[in-house]
Nanobody
Framework: QVQLVESGGGLVQAGGSLRLSCAAS????????MGWYRQAPGKQRELVAR???????NYLDSVKGRFTISRDNAKNTVYLQMNSLKPEDTAVYYC????????????WGQGTQVTVSS
C-alpha cells in the first residue's frame, strides 16, 4: 500500500504559477515512477508529467516548457512546478505512484483543484 497526499492547488490568474506537492508513504520502495495527471470536466484523465526512479521525465506536449516535475527523495515527495498557467490548465490534478513492471500496481492521490482565471 502507498498513501499519497497532495497539496498546492488553488485559484490563480492566467500567467501565474503554482507548485503542487505529492508526499508518498507506505511501500515506497516499490515505486519506480511518479506522475501528475489531470482531469477537466467532461474530459478524460490525461498524463501531465512523469518522472522515473532513474530521473527520466516526460511531459504532455501542451505543458512542455511551462511545467517541471521534480522529486526530493529524502522527503519522498514529487513536485509539479506550473508556470505561465492558462485557463485550459484548469482541472483536478492527481498524483500517481506506480511500478511499471508489476501489472496494475499503482496508487492515486485524492486530487487537488487548479483553477486558472482569464
Amino acid at each position: 500500500q502507498v498513501q499519497l497526499v497532495e497539496s498546492g492547488g488553488g485559484l490563480v490568474q492566467a500567467g501565474g504559477s503554482l507548485r503542487l506537492s505529492c508526499a508518498a508513504s507506505g511501500s515506497i520502495f516499490k515505486i519506480n515512477a511518479m506522475g501528475w495527471y489531470r482531469q477537466a470536466p467532461g474530459k478524460q484523465r490525461e498524463l501531465v508529467a512523469r518522472i522515473t526512479s532513474g530521473g527520466s521525465t516526460n511531459y504532455l506536449d501542451s505543458v512542455k516548457g511551462r511545467f517541471t516535475i521534480s522529486r526530493d527523495n529524502a522527503k519522498n515527495t514529487v513536485y509539479l512546478q506550473m508556470n505561465s498557467l492558462k485557463p485550459e490548465d484548469t482541472a483536478v490534478y492527481y498524483c500517481n505512484a506506480a511500478n511499471t513492471v508489476i501489472t496494475n500496481w499503482d496508487y492515486w492521490g485524492q486530487g487537488t483543484q487548479v483553477t486558472v482565471s482569464s
